[in-house]
């Protein structure tokens, strides 16, 4: 038996999630039988797509799910070995017990972090790849805008768009993260959306409009999005975190009306659209990481007693790049 | 020359238009000249998408134009004679001279007045065809919702889409517009928007959801459709007259976060996404009419002074389905 600590969501938030919405709760773990392996947590993910899982989806009083990396500490299975790093679905806790099944072994990339699987090389970068070259059928003569470029599918988004050839606007809120954009990242230009509105931003940094835009936000940005798209235009719409934290994750928009002479596609998407693109993306991922051709950057919080402020802090713009929890050595 | 009266638009409308933001005026149409023909306009129509083009697309003080058919009254052209009707898009006038190229003889469908060719067989027949099979990609299994469905335009997409085996649901603003719905076209369910907020009304006519929605609305009616939209739904999106009255078009959504985990696509479109496509809806159009598998109405206004009455009436709800303008006998 081993004593984990786990995170609960006890009362469903309205509007920006609170600390006393969660709860860390003391549990016993049992031993490994035949055919599983214990395994402890080293790091989890949280994302801004858990936010409406709050409201309707997380069970109240049950540990909460989130992509997370553990170690192997007892194994009953000759699958996996002591020691074995792998990916699974089950974060927000120090401990658990599972069979092999389900459980992804995970190789080292070269010169990365271990961690790099939770974001680039994990869900949050498969969702930007296919977002960006599935579901907005990328083409290298596109000019392209992604919002929240500095996030963790953000910036993959716009990095995949400039390694296809594409000119690419960013929008982020600091001007801390619009000059890591322009100077590291080296997209073509950036707005800081809390420097001027938005709409504005775009028309001026991208005067002969954009053909697609990759939606993280919703609202004002995906008016300003429609009011700059040219003929033919599509918006891929990976997340509207401006409506997360509103009843029913309502966001408002006011442009939509632009897209029929336009002829504009919009259209949300989960990794479901495009599973079939899993070893391709991590064959590119791979090779554009070890090239340094994909920039990142990571936040990382101590303590599973932290998880509920990490993921709170999503909202707050507490993080700069992917947000993570360390939840052992 | 033939004393000829023509539409000019003289004041860019805000909100809906006055009818003193026309005026009617007289003018000298000279004879056909070698190769051209002069005709005399018949009907011609009136379309809600006009409305935009008075804030942007018409000009001042020139006669406006719209899909007309008129009648050779002069021929110099081997290609056309006296007698011969011909669609044209110089409407907003009684008399112009114009090559034979441009203008396409009509033939008369058996049992069917001409100005089918104004609807049905038309441009809104035809809107509404490639709209509800090229860009919903309508399939027989699916639920469609079409919004104003007695209209010109959403009357054909609901009967298509019957003809294809779909089950149908169709929104309309009066008791006597969704009688004929139900009693002569034959939708499975009918909305009255004026009746019962369109959310509620879509839900309790669809509790299985819908898969395709055609929009010739925006604002609630687009909103109603994304809050029962099934997964991989598509919206295909024709008009948005609930914004033709607000500057910039403005229409306001709420609910496209629902695109999110849906997987839902919105498609604007015209036309020209399916140029392609208009051999097969002649053919088709043709047979479905003779046979009565397509139901019409119209509201005709007579004299060209109508015609800007009859524009105004179409965001006053004064036409039931088609409205047309009769210019002469």
């Given at each position: 038996v081993t004593k984990s600590r786990e995170v609960h969501l006890v009362v469903r938030p309205s509007g920006i999630p609170a600390l006393a919405d969660f709860e860390v709760v003391e549990t016993d773990v049992a031993d490994a039988e035949e055919g599983e392996v214990l395994v402890q947590n080293l790091f989890m993910s949280v994302d801004p797509a858990m936010r409406p899982r709050l409201t309707d989806g997380y069970d109240l009083g049950q540990p909460m799910a989130a992509a997370a990396i553990g170690r192997v500490v007892q194994s009953r299975t000759s699958g996996l070995a002591v020691g074995d790093l792998v990916s699974n679905?089950?974060?927000?806790?120090?401990y658990f017990v599972s069979p092999a099944r389900g459980l992804r072994r995970l190789d080292q990339v070269e010169?990365?972090?271990?961690?790099v699987h939770l974001h680039a090389l994990g869900g949050t970068g498969f969702t930007a790849y296919g977002g960006i070259l599935?579901?907005?059928?990328?083409?290298?003569e596109d000019r392209v805008f992604v919002s929240t470029a500095a996030g963790a599918v953000g910036s993959v988004a716009a990095q995949v768009a400039k390694i296809k050839g594409c000119w690419v606007v960013g929008s982020t809120g600091s001007a801390e993260k619009a000059a890591w954009l322009k100077?590291?990242?080296?997209?073509d230009a950036v707005i800081d959306y809390k420097e001027a509105p938005v709409r504005r931003g775009l028309r001026a940094a991208a005067p002969d409009g954009i053909d697609v835009y990759f939606d993280n936000v919703g609202g004002d940005h995906l008016d300003a999005a429609l009011a700059s798209m040219n003929t033919l235009g599509r918006a891929a719409v990976c997340g509207m975190i401006s409506g997360y934290n509103e009843p029913g994750a309502r966001t408002t928009v006011h442009n939509?009306?632009?897209i029929i002479y336009g002829r504009i596609e919009i259209r949300g998407f989960t990794v479901a659209d495009f599973a079939d693109l899993r070893d391709d993306f991590r064959r590119d991922m791979s090779e554009w990481l070890a090239a340094g051709r994909i920039k990142y950057r990571e936040t990382v919080l101590e303590g599973i007693g932290n998880a509920p402020r990490a993921l709170i802090g999503l909202f707050e713009g507490l993080n700069t790049g992917k947000m993570l929890v360390k939840l052992a050595d």
């Open positions: 679905g089950l974060g927000f806790r120090e010169g990365q972090p271990i961690t599935r579901v907005a059928r990328l083409r290298p100077d590291e990242v080296g997209l939509l009306a632009n």
